[in-house]
């Protein structure tokens, strides 16, 4: 009698193609440039031809001189702002995203890469996360190479067009009897602000969770404004000021409350993860002693166009309505009692660069800390959850080129700049 039940059970279960899990896991990962392997052999093969800069033209084309430059020899950040790149790195990667500890380019080989993505399919194995965002990949078929054997039991989604530092969200199949609905969020990019230094659009995917709708909002926004904690005559990281970064952010903030006041209306719970490019932490701490605003005024209230934000968080959480209240996730770092002193420290102040360099080392990626987020609305009713999310340790934390005893160079690349964070929320 009792096969009888669980062979019913099972079949019921097969037939609602939905999840009976209690819990929901969910993961964020920004893999750093991240290419499909098709795409990185045009890719390699680009950066291992040679070049060479015009005297007068300013720009470095194609060259079959034996001693012209490799592409993973030249200065992808000129400081001449007349030199014309042999690509736009908007749409092709620049070849000097792998560097050894002391900052040497890293040449890749295809083998090299092949590897790579065998790694990171084994962290995404480990965590098993039901949803997963990803911030610099390319588009789905980068991440159907990284789910490695898991890819089938995934649904995919990300984009065309933009920059090739796309979003992408993987879910799994046996999530939602349905499909779901997965979006680009193009307010996100400014495109009111034409297309020179547009940043990244939004991806938002909506499913119904055991009866449940949920939305999701994966983001990559407007890098190089990131600590109101930093101090210095060039002003960064100050939202409020007129560094051209900064000003770009600030003008993320609308479209990004205008999405969590959507969701809270429209939704049961919701999420936003990703890349912020933003220290929500020390915001916090900064916001102990300042209002989010300039003029002083609150947060609920209407905003003047002259008027700009100090705190992000503060502004785009500032729960009104009631239902668009949000929890920033604290995400802990287990890999080390350092580790985890680090971690903690890094909430309410800035580490030190020795701090720093510890702490990359312990956990194997640059940015360990600072920029990758969530913000989980209250109406999840996760509780404690929110408090024990964790920043996964990757290896090797640099790349690398070796000799092997026949003298052969043997590449080894890092699995990305930034460590994955990961939450298991109550699924109810």
């Known amino acids: 009698m009792n096969r009888i039940r669980i062979s019913a059970l099972l079949f019921l279960i097969g037939l609602s193609g939905q999840s009976v899990a209690a819990d929901l896991k969910l993961a964020s990962w920004n893999l750093g440039w991240h290419l499909s392997q098709a795409e990185a052999k045009t890719w390699v093969a680009n950066c291992n031809a040679k070049y060479e800069l015009g005297d007068t033209s300013k720009a470095w084309t194609r060259s079959k001189d034996a001693t012209a430059t490799r592409g993973w020899d030249m200065d992808w950040r000129p400081r001449d702002a007349d030199i014309k790149l042999p690509w736009d790195i908007e749409a092709i990667p620049p070849c000097s995203i792998y560097q050894d500890e002391n900052r040497k380019v890293i040449p890749v080989t295809m083998a090299a890469f092949k590897k790579r993505g065998q790694e990171i399919a084994k962290v995404i194995h480990a965590m098993s996360p039901d949803v997963i965002a990803f911030q610099e990949v390319s588009g789905v078929a980068a991440i159907q190479d990284v789910l490695g054997s898991s890819v089938n039991r995934y649904r995919i989604c990300?984009?065309?067009?933009?920059?090739?530092?796309?979003?992408?969200?993987?879910?799994?199949?046996?999530?939602?009897?349905?499909?779901?609905?997965?979006?680009?969020?193009?307010?996100?990019?400014?495109?009111?602000?034409?297309?020179?230094?547009?940043?990244?659009?939004?991806?938002?995917?909506?499913?119904?969770i055991n009866g449940k709708k949920t939305a999701f909002l994966n983001v990559h926004l407007k890098s190089s404004c990131v600590s109101p904690l930093e101090k210095g005559d060039q002003q960064r990281g100050q939202l409020e000021s007129d560094q051209r970064d900064c000003l770009i952010l600030q003008q993320q903030i609308q479209?990004?409350?205008?999405?969590?006041?959507?969701?809270?209306?429209?939704?049961?719970?919701?999420?936003?993860?990703?890349?912020?490019?933003?220290?929500?932490?020390?915001?916090?701490?900064?916001?102990?002693?300042?209002?989010?605003?300039?003029?002083?005024?609150?947060?609920?209230?209407?905003?003047?166009?002259?008027?700009?934000?100090?705190?992000?968080?503060?502004?785009?959480?500032?729960?009104?309505?009631?239902?668009?209240?949000?929890?920033?996730?604290?995400?802990?770092?287990?890999?080390?009692?350092?580790?985890?002193?680090?971690?903690?420290?890094?909430?309410?102040?800035?580490?030190?660069?020795?701090?720093?360099?510890?702490?990359?080392?312990?956990?194997?990626?640059?940015?360990?800390?600072?920029?990758?987020?969530?913000?989980?609305?209250?109406?999840?009713?996760?509780?404690?959850?929110?408090?024990?999310?964790?920043?996964i340790a990757i290896a090797p934390g640099s790349s690398s080129v070796a000799k092997n005893d026949k003298g052969d160079a043997i590449v080894t690349l890092s699995l990305s700049d930034h460590c994955p964070t990961r939450i298991t929320l109550p699924n109810p």
């Open 158 to 208: 990300s984009y065309p067009g933009y920059s090739v530092q796309r979003l992408a969200i993987a879910w799994k199949k046996n999530l939602s009897k349905s499909k779901g609905v997965c979006e680009v969020y193009d307010a996100l990019s400014l495109p009111e602000n034409g297309d020179a230094r547009r940043p990244r659009p939004g991806l938002r995917l909506a499913l119904d």
């Open 255 to 391: 479209p990004l409350e205008n999405w969590i006041e959507h969701a809270a209306l429209n939704f049961d719970r919701y999420v936003m993860l990703g890349d912020f490019n933003r220290d929500l932490w020390h915001e916090v701490e900064k916001g102990k002693t300042l209002a989010a605003r300039v003029d002083d005024s609150s947060p609920q209230g209407p905003r003047k166009s002259d008027v700009r934000v100090r705190f992000l968080l503060a502004e785009v959480n500032d729960g009104l309505p009631a239902a668009s209240a949000m929890t920033l996730v604290s995400a802990n770092c287990k890999a080390s009692e350092v580790a985890a002193g680090l971690c903690k420290d890094a909430k309410t102040r800035r580490l030190s660069p020795p701090e720093m360099k510890s702490l990359s080392g312990e956990m194997g990626c640059s940015y360990p800390v600072a920029l990758d987020h969530m913000l989980v609305s209250t109406s999840w009713n996760a509780g404690d959850a929110t408090q024990k999310a964790e920043k």
